[in-house]
């Protein structure tokens, strides 16, 4: 059993830094992309970085220069290092995993992954 667990959200004020963390258990030799997503309350959820099995990341438009994603391969731990945080960035974060058959670096498709995380929750204050 695959199991994906985030933790690292918390609330903190405009230009201040988070580090989430997904710890993956179970078949994780499986998962050959990782990715982060986030999602408003009402609204849909987008993708904000994602890693493929070769350790390239593709990060969204709205976080390239703030968002850094990583992963340690021996620890099976995803990372989101977020930096430069905005308000708009508030909103539960996801980490998201599967076997990525054809997957596009950057294409960040959340039809594309079959494993998530429960979400941790960012809050970004003004």
């Known amino acids: 059993q695959v199991q994906l667990k985030e933790s690292g959200g918390g609330s903190v004020q405009a230009g201040g830094s988070l580090r989430l963390s997904c710890a993956a258990s179970g078949h994780t030799h499986i998962f050959r992309c990782m990715a982060w997503f986030r999602q408003v309350s009402g609204k849909e959820r987008e993708g904000v970085a994602d890693?493929?099995?070769?350790?390239?990341?593709s990060v969204a438009d709205f976080a390239r220069g703030r968002f850094t994603i990583s992963k340690d391969n021996a620890e099976n731990t995803l990372y989101l290092q977020m930096d430069s945080l905005k308000p708009e960035d508030t909103a539960t974060y996801y980490c998201?995993?599967?076997?990525?058959?054809?997957?596009?670096?950057?294409?960040?498709?959340?039809?594309?992954?079959?494993?998530w995380g429960q979400g941790t929750q960012v809050i970004v204050s003004s």
């Open positions: 998201a995993a599967d076997g990525c058959e054809g997957y596009a670096l950057g294409d960040r498709n959340e039809d594309d992954f079959g494993y």
């Open positions: 890693i493929d099995y070769e350790g390239r990341t």
